[in-house]
Protein backbone atom coordinates (compact mmCIF):
# COMPACT_ATOMS: atom_id res chain seq x y z
CA UNK A 1 0.00 0.00 0.00
CA UNK A 2 0.89 3.62 -0.65
CA UNK A 3 1.58 6.15 2.07
CA UNK A 4 1.95 9.77 2.15
CA UNK A 5 3.15 12.20 4.70
CA UNK A 6 2.42 15.24 5.34
CA UNK A 7 4.85 16.47 8.44
CA UNK A 8 3.45 20.04 8.80
CA UNK A 9 -0.15 19.72 10.06
CA UNK A 10 -0.13 24.49 10.20
CA UNK A 11 1.68 26.87 8.05
CA UNK A 12 1.11 30.67 8.45
CA UNK A 13 2.67 32.79 5.56
CA UNK A 14 2.95 36.62 5.54
CA UNK A 15 0.78 38.22 2.10
CA UNK A 16 2.89 38.45 -0.53
CA UNK A 17 5.59 35.75 0.99
CA UNK A 18 6.30 32.59 -0.11
CA UNK A 19 5.81 29.13 1.59
CA UNK A 20 6.50 25.78 1.09
CA UNK A 21 4.77 22.54 1.90
CA UNK A 22 6.13 19.15 2.43
CA UNK A 23 4.86 15.99 1.23
CA UNK A 24 7.07 12.53 1.57
CA UNK A 25 5.05 9.11 -0.10
CA UNK A 26 6.49 5.99 -0.33
CA UNK A 27 6.03 3.59 -3.21
CA UNK A 28 7.49 0.42 -5.31
CA UNK A 29 5.83 1.62 -8.40
CA UNK A 30 8.40 3.80 -11.00
CA UNK A 31 5.17 5.24 -13.06
CA UNK A 32 2.75 6.89 -10.79
CA UNK A 33 1.21 10.75 -10.45
CA UNK A 34 1.40 12.83 -7.92
CA UNK A 35 -1.48 15.87 -6.98
CA UNK A 36 -1.60 18.97 -4.50
CA UNK A 37 -5.42 19.63 -3.49
CA UNK A 38 -6.77 22.74 -1.79
CA UNK A 39 -10.01 22.35 0.21
CA UNK A 40 -11.26 25.60 0.89
CA UNK A 41 -13.91 26.31 4.01
CA UNK A 42 -16.34 24.98 1.32
CA UNK A 43 -14.91 21.60 0.81
CA UNK A 44 -14.72 21.71 -2.50
CA UNK A 45 -11.55 19.73 -3.65
CA UNK A 46 -9.66 21.97 -6.19
CA UNK A 47 -6.72 20.50 -8.04
CA UNK A 48 -3.84 23.28 -7.76
CA UNK A 49 -0.91 20.95 -9.41
CA UNK A 50 -0.10 17.89 -11.11
CA UNK A 51 2.85 15.81 -11.62
CA UNK A 52 3.66 12.71 -13.55
CA UNK A 53 6.68 10.66 -12.23
CA UNK A 54 8.12 9.97 -15.72
CA UNK A 55 8.54 13.67 -16.37
CA UNK A 56 11.80 14.93 -14.84
CA UNK A 57 10.69 18.81 -15.50
CA UNK A 58 8.92 20.21 -12.14
CA UNK A 59 5.45 21.41 -12.43
CA UNK A 60 4.04 24.82 -12.68
CA UNK A 61 1.11 26.86 -12.41
CA UNK A 62 1.18 30.42 -11.72
CA UNK A 63 2.03 31.14 -8.37
CA UNK A 64 2.65 27.23 -7.50
CA UNK A 65 5.33 24.98 -8.39
CA UNK A 66 6.16 21.68 -6.72
CA UNK A 67 9.63 20.73 -6.51
CA UNK A 68 9.50 16.54 -7.03
CA UNK A 69 12.48 14.59 -6.02
CA UNK A 70 11.92 10.79 -7.29
CA UNK A 71 15.11 9.57 -5.71
CA UNK A 72 13.83 10.70 -2.63
CA UNK A 73 10.68 10.39 -2.85
CA UNK A 74 9.38 13.87 -2.27
CA UNK A 75 7.20 16.11 -3.56
CA UNK A 76 6.72 19.81 -2.63
CA UNK A 77 4.75 22.17 -3.33
CA UNK A 78 5.60 25.93 -3.35
CA UNK A 79 3.25 29.24 -3.32
CA UNK A 80 4.20 32.01 -4.28
CA UNK A 81 3.21 36.03 -3.35
CA UNK A 82 0.97 33.93 -1.16
CA UNK A 83 -2.56 35.84 -1.52
CA UNK A 84 -5.56 35.92 1.17
CA UNK A 85 -7.48 33.42 -1.15
CA UNK A 86 -4.55 30.87 -0.69
CA UNK A 87 -6.12 29.66 3.11
CA UNK A 88 -6.85 26.23 2.91
CA UNK A 89 -6.39 22.70 3.64
CA UNK A 90 -4.09 21.47 0.92
CA UNK A 91 -3.56 18.07 0.28
CA UNK A 92 -0.59 15.72 -1.03
CA UNK A 93 -1.86 12.88 -3.20
CA UNK A 94 -0.38 9.53 -4.86
CA UNK A 95 -2.39 7.50 -7.74
CA UNK A 96 -0.70 4.83 -9.56
CA UNK A 97 -4.20 3.26 -10.75
CA UNK A 98 -7.18 5.04 -10.04
CA UNK A 99 -7.03 5.17 -6.58
CA UNK A 100 -6.09 8.42 -4.61
CA UNK A 101 -4.27 7.97 -1.57
CA UNK A 102 -4.26 10.90 0.54
CA UNK A 103 -2.08 12.92 3.21
CA UNK A 104 -3.02 14.23 6.20
CA UNK A 105 -3.38 17.61 5.54
CA UNK A 106 -1.25 20.93 5.49
CA UNK A 107 -3.50 23.89 6.99
CA UNK A 108 -2.51 27.10 5.33
CA UNK A 109 -3.41 30.43 6.93
CA UNK A 110 -2.71 33.74 5.06
CA UNK A 111 -1.62 36.75 7.27
CA UNK A 112 -2.70 40.12 5.89
CA UNK B 1 -18.98 23.55 -17.84
CA UNK B 2 -20.98 22.15 -14.55
CA UNK B 3 -19.10 20.29 -11.97
CA UNK B 4 -19.51 17.51 -10.24
CA UNK B 5 -22.74 18.28 -7.91
CA UNK B 6 -23.79 16.04 -4.64
CA UNK B 7 -26.66 16.25 -2.26
CA UNK B 8 -27.78 16.55 0.20
CA UNK B 9 -25.45 19.30 1.30
CA UNK B 10 -25.83 18.50 4.78
CA UNK B 11 -27.71 15.55 6.54
CA UNK B 12 -28.30 14.79 9.96
CA UNK B 13 -29.80 12.01 11.08
CA UNK B 14 -30.58 9.51 13.86
CA UNK B 15 -28.64 6.35 14.75
CA UNK B 16 -30.16 3.15 13.08
CA UNK B 17 -31.72 5.47 9.95
CA UNK B 18 -30.63 4.86 6.86
CA UNK B 19 -29.26 7.37 4.37
CA UNK B 20 -28.65 7.83 0.61
CA UNK B 21 -26.15 10.41 -0.45
CA UNK B 22 -26.39 11.28 -4.36
CA UNK B 23 -23.30 12.32 -6.78
CA UNK B 24 -23.66 13.59 -10.04
CA UNK B 25 -20.20 13.45 -11.90
CA UNK B 26 -19.44 15.79 -14.84
CA UNK B 27 -21.13 14.96 -17.79
CA UNK B 28 -19.38 12.46 -20.03
CA UNK B 29 -17.43 11.11 -17.36
CA UNK B 30 -16.66 7.56 -17.24
CA UNK B 31 -15.59 6.77 -14.04
CA UNK B 32 -16.82 7.94 -10.40
CA UNK B 33 -15.26 7.81 -6.65
CA UNK B 34 -16.55 8.04 -2.89
CA UNK B 35 -14.45 9.16 -0.40
CA UNK B 36 -14.42 9.21 2.98
CA UNK B 37 -13.33 12.75 4.82
CA UNK B 38 -13.19 12.04 8.86
CA UNK B 39 -11.40 13.43 11.61
CA UNK B 40 -9.59 11.02 12.62
CA UNK B 41 -9.09 8.20 9.56
CA UNK B 42 -8.12 11.38 7.41
CA UNK B 43 -9.50 10.90 3.75
CA UNK B 44 -9.79 7.47 2.72
CA UNK B 45 -11.20 5.95 -0.77
CA UNK B 46 -14.31 3.65 -0.58
CA UNK B 47 -15.82 2.55 -4.08
CA UNK B 48 -15.24 3.24 -7.54
CA UNK B 49 -16.99 2.36 -10.92
CA UNK B 50 -16.11 2.04 -14.07
CA UNK B 51 -19.19 2.88 -16.10
CA UNK B 52 -21.84 1.17 -14.04
CA UNK B 53 -19.74 -1.51 -12.42
CA UNK B 54 -17.47 -1.51 -9.62
CA UNK B 55 -14.36 -2.74 -9.94
CA UNK B 56 -12.97 -2.20 -6.23
CA UNK B 57 -14.97 -2.00 -3.46
CA UNK B 58 -12.16 -2.68 -1.32
CA UNK B 59 -12.59 0.63 0.63
CA UNK B 60 -16.48 0.03 2.55
CA UNK B 61 -16.20 -0.17 5.63
CA UNK B 62 -18.91 -2.51 6.42
CA UNK B 63 -21.70 -4.67 4.88
CA UNK B 64 -23.94 -1.78 5.61
CA UNK B 65 -22.15 0.82 2.94
CA UNK B 66 -23.40 -0.25 -0.47
CA UNK B 67 -23.22 1.86 -3.96
CA UNK B 68 -24.60 2.13 -7.18
CA UNK B 69 -24.20 3.95 -10.48
CA UNK B 70 -27.16 4.08 -12.88
CA UNK B 71 -26.89 4.87 -16.49
CA UNK B 72 -23.30 5.72 -16.25
CA UNK B 73 -23.96 8.52 -14.42
CA UNK B 74 -25.63 9.25 -11.26
CA UNK B 75 -24.02 7.31 -8.21
CA UNK B 76 -26.14 6.73 -4.92
CA UNK B 77 -24.00 5.71 -1.88
CA UNK B 78 -26.36 4.42 0.61
CA UNK B 79 -25.57 4.04 4.69
CA UNK B 80 -27.97 1.07 6.82
CA UNK B 81 -28.45 1.12 10.04
CA UNK B 82 -26.23 4.16 10.71
CA UNK B 83 -23.33 4.79 13.61
CA UNK B 84 -22.34 7.65 15.34
CA UNK B 85 -18.72 6.73 13.58
CA UNK B 86 -20.49 7.10 10.13
CA UNK B 87 -20.59 10.65 10.99
CA UNK B 88 -17.84 12.41 7.83
CA UNK B 89 -17.97 14.37 4.50
CA UNK B 90 -18.79 11.82 1.97
CA UNK B 91 -16.95 13.31 -1.41
CA UNK B 92 -17.29 12.12 -4.60
CA UNK B 93 -14.87 12.41 -7.63
CA UNK B 94 -14.86 11.38 -11.59
CA UNK B 95 -13.01 11.55 -14.63
CA UNK B 96 -13.02 11.32 -17.89
CA UNK B 97 -11.00 7.98 -17.85
CA UNK B 98 -9.78 5.37 -15.62
CA UNK B 99 -6.44 4.92 -16.27
CA UNK B 100 -3.35 6.65 -15.87
CA UNK B 101 -3.34 9.49 -17.94
CA UNK B 102 -3.32 13.31 -17.19
CA UNK B 103 -7.12 13.24 -18.52
CA UNK B 104 -7.68 10.92 -15.82
CA UNK B 105 -7.65 13.69 -12.93
CA UNK B 106 -10.43 13.14 -10.79
CA UNK B 107 -12.19 16.47 -9.85
CA UNK B 108 -13.98 16.38 -6.78
CA UNK B 109 -17.95 17.51 -5.53
CA UNK B 110 -18.30 19.90 -2.69
CA UNK B 111 -19.20 16.97 -0.42
CA UNK B 112 -21.91 15.79 1.62
CA UNK B 113 -22.10 16.48 5.66
CA UNK B 114 -23.26 13.58 7.74
CA UNK B 115 -24.28 13.52 11.05
CA UNK B 116 -25.24 10.53 12.92
CA UNK B 117 -26.80 11.50 16.62
Known amino acids: AQTVTQSQPEMSVQEAETVTLSCTYDTSESDYYLFWYKQPPSRQMILVIRQEAYKQQNATENRFSVNFQKAAKSFSLKISDSQLGDAAMYFC?????????FGAGTTVTVRA | GAGVSQSPSNKVTEKGKDVELRCDPI?????LYWYRQSLGQGLEFLIY????????KSGLPSDRFSAERTGGSVSTLTIQRTQQEDSAVYLC???????????????FGPGTRLTVL
Open chain 2, 27 to 31: SGHTA
Open chain 1, 93 to 101: AYRNDYKLS
Open chain 2, 93 to 107: ASSLGYGPLPTDTQY
Open chain 2, 49 to 56: FQGNSAPD
